[in-house]
């Protein structure tokens, strides 16, 4: 079936813009997560969604990252006024959210250059 | 806070030359510890779960095993498609996120 989805795979943007990014989790999965990639670095947790449940957001980096998932299904992750050092590639996983189900299938992510 | 360490941070071997990846783990209540693969310009692609002190999972030429402070990622005659970067993740009690290691880049020369 359909892996997670992401949206664009490549986004260069200037200092100072507003950039969204999309994630669509595997069809029927509940749990919804981003994470961040720095070059050198591990995965970051950003955000996580369980349901209608309130999100998980303990891993933003700054008030200028925000995140929404509309429908329990698509998600937007949106970085205002963008810096250089928000350049990275932002990978969103989902996850089935059942008991004893803890795998976490990520997508391919989008690779943000800040100019 | 929890913490993942990863070694070595890369690894070069000769097709067939088997070898192990090494994950120590510092955490408060281990939920589950899991390995992912990842190729470049990609997502980590989900390889094993283990809960469990002891366990053990195989896949292939993988097998991955768990002890209270470490996991270990041992790849047996390694053929040049292995060669990817391999993570490791922790998941602790009452916690949804998973914690990354910076990874091992394992390159399999034929």
């Known amino acids: 079936g359909a892996g997670v989805s992401q949206s664009p795979s490549n986004k260069v943007t200037e200092k100072g813009k507003d950039v969204e990014l999309r994630c669509d989790p595997i069809?029927?999965?509940?749990?919804l997560y981003w994470y961040r990639q720095s070059l050198g670095q591990g995965l970051e947790f950003l955000i996580y969604?369980?349901?209608?449940?309130?999100?998980?957001k303990s891993g933003l980096p700054s008030d200028r990252f925000s995140a929404e998932r509309t429908g329990g299904s698509v998600s937007t992750l949106t970085i205002q006024r963008t810096q250089q050092e928000d350049s990275a590639v932002y990978l969103c996983?989902?996850?089935?959210?059942?008991?004893?189900?803890?795998?976490?299938?990520f997508g391919p992510g989008t690779r943000l250059t800040v100019t | 806070e929890d913490q993942v360490t990863q070694s070595p941070e890369a690894l070069r071997l000769q097709e067939g030359e088997s070898s192990s990846l090494n994950c120590s783990y510092t955490?408060?209540?281990?939920?589950?510890l899991f390995w992912y693969r990842q190729d470049p310009g990609k997502g980590p692609e989900f390889l094993f779960t283990?809960?469990?002190a002891g366990e053990e999972k195989e896949k292939e030429r993988l097998k991955a095993t768990l002890t209270k402070k470490e996991s270990f990622l041992h790849i047996t005659a390694p053929k040049p498609e292995d060669s990817a970067t391999y993570l490791c993740?922790?998941?602790?009690?009452?916690?949804?996120?998973?914690?990354f290691g910076t990874g091992t880049r394992l390159t399999i020369i034929p």
């Open positions: 996983a989902s996850s089935s959210g059942g008991a004893g189900s803890d795998e976490q299938y």
């Open positions: 283990l809960y469990s």
């Open positions: 069809s029927g999965h509940t749990a």
């Open positions: 955490v408060s209540g281990l939920r589950g």
């Open positions: 993740a922790v998941r602790t009690f009452g916690n949804e996120k998973l914690t």
């Open positions: 969604f369980q349901g209608n449940s309130a999100p998980d």
